[in-house]
């Protein structure tokens, strides 16, 4: 079985920077690709980002292309999402999950979800 540990969410004015780490233990051998969601109260949990473990593959949400980057550290089995020119809108509780195939993950099956970690962005 896989556990998936987030960290550095926090508060943030309109127009900086955080950056989110997700460690993954267990049973990591299993683990194909490595992502991130989000999600406001009364709204659906949305894919933000995902990668491939090895890295080659990479996907992101339009509402955060070119402002967020997904990362991974396949030695350590820890993936990244450097936020930039955060918004107002970006805040949310953000999520790092795991699948083993793409297609999971894009319709937001992953098979393995971390506890959350809140980011909140003031204008």
């Known amino acids: 079985q896989v556990q998936l540990v987030e960290s550095g969410g926090g508060s943030v004015q309109a127009g900086g920077s955080l950056r989110l780490s997700c460690a993954a233990s267990g049973y990591t051998a299993s683990i194909l690709f490595m992502g991130w969601f989000r999600q406001t109260p009364g709204k659906e949990r949305e894919v933000i980002a995902f990668s491939y473990i090895r890295g080659s593959i990479t996907d992101y949400a339009d509402s955060v292309k070119g402002r967020f980057t997904i990362s991974v550290d396949y030695a350590k089995r820890t993936v990244y999402l450097q936020m930039n020119s955060l918004k107002p809108e970006d805040t949310a509780m953000y999520y790092c999950?795991?699948?083993?195939?793409?297609?999971?993950?894009?319709?937001?099956?992953?098979?393995?979800w971390g506890q959350g970690t809140k980011v909140t962005v003031s204008s």
């Open positions: 999950a795991e699948a083993a195939d793409r297609s999971s993950m894009s319709a937001g099956r992953p098979r393995v």
